[in-house]
């Protein structure tokens, strides 16, 4: 999928000279500005599908609720909540419920979010075989690094029946050392999440996240031989904020487009492959 999407927007891909910490620039975050009448929102989000749908947002809904979106596109996991906390942005779309509860303890964020808005279902891709059980013995799986995320993938190959974990352990808390049976002796390799689809051709398969998989045009019903369900499922992307933000008029204004019926029509429209979810 191209990266040239319609968006008027500052591609900002992680200033080096940021740290990847909470700690916070010395001119206080001013939030949202309003002049005219209309109250820009300075937004960070990853490009697909997150900035698409706020792009349909400030094409379609924005004007009439008297909002402006500025829309930051971000290729990592870091920089949207470190530009967050610095004042660099009014709010974020990016992570789901665990990533964000994860980065808020271990980074000490004053944080907080909105209601779940889409969800990106993980799936089990290969170039190799067509079902999970063809894999042989010893394959090599592609498996993200990122501890929020590792369970998760974990427990979409327990759901195939190729490994189990430990007592206690599930889709929130597993690791690789939590992997109690492994009969096909599978052999995990840990990889960036934005690295796993650009090798998937290295693995016999790979567990790759929603959005990296979509940007490279990749259908979770069409390419994928085992998908996440998206029933009961934990890992909705939420809008984060500052904690000192939760009760401004102009993001609660933005969450509720973001929960209309249009936007909830839009996904299931654009995403009709099942790749993206609507969470409300």
Not at 232 to 257: H, M, Q, S
Request: glycine residues 8%; proline residues 6%.
């Amino acid at each position: 999928m191209s990266r040239a999407l319609p968006i008027a927007a500052t591609i900002a891909v992680g200033a080096l000279a940021l740290s990847a910490c909470g700690a916070t620039s010395n001119a206080a975050p001013t939030g949202p500005k309003t002049e005219g009448g209309v109250t820009t929102i300075t937004i960070g989000a990853s490009p697909t599908p997150h900035a698409k749908i706020l792009q349909f947002v400030q094409d379609n809904l924005a004007a009439k609720a008297g909002l402006k979106l500025d829309i930051k596109l971000y290729d990592d996991y870091v920089q949207p909540n470190v530009q967050l906390a610095e004042g660099t942005l009014d709010a974020n779309y990016f992570q789901h419920v665990p990533y964000f509860d994860a980065q808020v303890q271990e980074k000490g964020y004053e944080f907080a979010h909105f209601a779940g808005v889409h969800i990106e279902p993980f799936g089990l891709y290969s170039k190799k075989v067509t079902a999970p059980n063809e894999l042989k013995d010893g394959a090599q799986v592609g498996i993200n690094n990122d501890p929020s995320n590792q369970g998760r993938a974990l427990e979409l190959l327990v759901k195939a029946g190729l490994i189990t974990l430990k007592d206690g352990k599930n889709a929130t808390n597993a690791t690789l050392f939590d992997i109690a049976s492994n009969p096909k002796h599978l052999t995990f390799k840990e990889t960036d999440p934005a690295q796993l689809v650009r090798s998937l051709d290295d693995f016999d398969a790979a567990v790759i996240n929603g959005n990296y998989a979509i940007e490279a045009g990749l259908s979770p019903a069409k390419d994928a031989i085992l998908v996440e369900s998206g029933q009961d499922n934990p890992y909705a992307n939420i809008v984060a904020i500052r904690k000192d933000e939760e009760n401004n008029a102009a993001l609660k204004k933005l969450d509720g487009l973001l929960h209309s019926p249009e936007v909830k029509q839009y996904i299931e429209k654009t995403w009709n492959d099942g790749a993206v979810l609507p969470a409300f």
